[in-house]
């Protein structure tokens, strides 16, 4: 897994530092936050921040793999509960449960997250690019403002 990781960054990282420069566009927010919502790391993909969008690939993989852990070894301690009728049984099935919520809990989060960060990040994509055209200047009490088209 650690190989195919160092792989995958490693192409990503050439495909960056041999790639043509081409003249960018404006990002579309809400279609980057939409991204972002429905496929995990799209939105920051879209705006073409590839190791960011790694990074909630695996966060939110992770998290919804935990869930889903937790969910099966709750559903495993309640039939053994049901079976046994162990109380021990069932506080490990309340374990089990509370853990679940608490991660479905963090994955909203982190979708969340994520979403408003690529949301943001669609709106500052050409930021750099419009503040060289804004020059501002003071000089012996005046100010003045001068834009580059």
Do not use: C
Request: a negative charge; proline letters at 1%.
């Amino acid at each position: 897994m650690r190989k195919l990781l160092i792989s995958f960054f490693l192409i990503l990282l050439s495909i960056h530092a041999f790639g043509e420069e081409v003249e960018v566009k404006a990002k579309k927010p809400f279609k980057a936050a939409a991204l972002s919502l429905f496929i995990p790391g799209g939105g920051q993909l879209y705006n073409g921040a590839y190791l960011k969008s790694t990074g909630v690939l695996v966060l939110e993989s992770g998290m919804i793999g935990l869930a889903a852990y937790h969910h099966f070894k709750a559903e495993d301690s309640y039939d053994q509960y049901r079976i046994s009728g162990n109380e021990d049984d069932y506080n490990d099935y309340l374990d089990y449960y509370y853990k679940r919520q608490s991660d479905l809990w963090w994955l909203g989060a982190v979708v969340f997250l994520s979403t408003i960060d690529a949301f943001v990040d669609a709106h500052l994509f050409n930021f750099e690019e419009k503040k060289n055209k804004i020059h501002l200047k003071f000089e012996d009490n005046i100010v003045s403002l001068s834009y580059h088209f």
